[in-house]
């Protein structure tokens, strides 16, 4: 009779898996459909990356009409790309490219300059401009795409005129003046901006000129359609780094219109309440002197209408309670009546194409006044001024 094998329980017979597969074998079971899942979006995001165009992440992060339009170029001509943080930034290292009438070079960080930016040298002497496209200089100089090269190259944005006009008059002094704008950005962008990179940039001294944009009527207001917590800034950096999902944000994006076809039209509101631009202009300036440097806040600039509108009666409102909380926080503010819609028809000469962006004679304006500023409340330090001072006001 043969013998038999006698019949072991499967829970005493030895377990020949190593001890590390044994420990995790669940785990490793629960995780294969993650991992199968991740294989698969890896797949995926390789195929859509080798088959099809490349998606650029500001035609998902930059969606309403009205701003499109401002960033846009009749010639197609790009300067901007998207950010997680901001919605939207200057390309980095652009050289000369003629952007609406504009010619513009970028550095390595993303800032109107045909000078790198570096880490702030000892002794230096380092100004920021904090703005939107009236600091950026628009159309200053004034250039046409048919002649790029056909412009004066004395014209300049008024951050550009202080720093050519104070290294003159401080030989052996390094004197920077960063022009940290951008078009079309609002106070609540410039806020996050400089939040971020204050520390990075380490001024002795900042300025902060803003207001239209924040009056400008949209679809949404800054505070619903820029989320800029950190869930929504996170979300939007993953989907700023694959082109698979950028195409299904696009995707559900025309979705989402096609479903709001026969919906009635929005009303338009500003970008930011009255009490929110001051707010976040208020910000800024007190970020800025909590780590010990001067701010001027700088009135907002809006060269008029023929007519009373609602965009101008919001700018009027918008400064005055600037100026008055300003004044309560003994916060420096300058205000140039000819760059406001008071001196208006006679203000034309600084507004040559339109009534939200000075031409160059309104810049240098801008210039002197902000450097008699300076001095008057000896915000200059040891630098000096150029020999004769400016003038505050000039015929135009």
Not at 16 to 41: D, I, M, N, T
Not at 62 to 81: A, C, S, T, Y
Not at 112 to 139: H, M, N, W, Y
Not at 322 to 336: D, H, K, P, Q
Request: aromatic share 8%.
């Amino acid at each position: 009779m043969a013998a038999t094998t006698p019949f072991t329980p499967a829970e005493q017979r030895p377990c020949l898996a190593p001890r590390w597969w044994r420990k995790g074998s669940r785990a490793g079971v629960l995780a294969l459909p993650a991992l199968a899942l991740l294989a698969l979006l890896l797949s995926a995001e390789g195929v859509v990356r080798l088959t099809l165009p490349h998606v650029d992440s500001l035609d998902v992060f930059v969606r309403m009409p009205f701003v499109r339009n401002d960033l846009g170029d009749r010639n197609g001509v790009r300067i901007f790309e998207g950010d997680p943080l901001l919605f939207w930034r200057l390309k980095r290292n652009l050289h000369r490219t003629v952007w609406d009438y504009t010619v513009v070079s970028t550095n390595n960080a993303g800032l109107r300059s045909d000078q790198p930016l570096e880490p702030k040298a000892a002794g230096a002497v380092r100004i920021v401009c904090l703005g939107d496209s009236v600091t950026f200089g628009f159309r200053v100089p004034l250039v046409f795409p048919d002649a790029p090269d056909s412009y004066d190259r004395s014209e300049a944005p008024y951050p550009v005129l202080l720093e050519h006009w104070l290294r003159p008059a401080n030989p052996g002094r390094v004197i920077e003046v960063v022009n940290m704008a951008v078009p079309g950005y609002s106070s609540r962008q410039a806020l996050a901006w400089l939040r971020r990179d204050i520390e990075r940039l380490a001024p002795d001294l900042m300025t902060i000129c803003l207001g239209w944009n924040d009056v400008s009527p949209r679809e949404q207001p800054d505070s619903t359609a820029m989320p800029l917590d950190a869930a929504h800034v996170l979300a939007r950096r993953a989907v700023g780094s694959s082109q698979l999902l950028l195409r299904a944000s696009l995707a559900a994006g025309r979705v989402k219109r096609w479903l709001a076809k026969g919906d009635p039209g929005v009303s338009l509101v500003p970008r930011a309440t009255e009490a929110e631009f001051v707010a976040n202009v208020i910000d800024a300036a007190r970020l800025a002197r909590a780590r010990g440097v001067d701010v001027v806040v700088i009135a907002p600039i809006f060269g008029g209408t023929p007519g009373p509108s609602a965009d101008m009666s919001r700018m009027t409102a918008y400064r005055d309670e600037l100026r008055t909380a300003a004044a309560s926080e003994g916060i420096a503010f300058l205000e140039v009546p000819e760059l406001t819609e008071a001196a208006f028809p006679k203000n034309a000469p600084y507004f040559p194409t339109e009534a939200i962006h000075p031409g160059f004679k309104g810049h240098r304006l801008l210039a002197q006044a902000l450097l008699r500023l300076l001095e008057e409340e000896e915000m200059l330090g040891s630098l000096g001024l150029s020999a004769p001072p400016p003038q505050m006001r000039e015929t135009p």
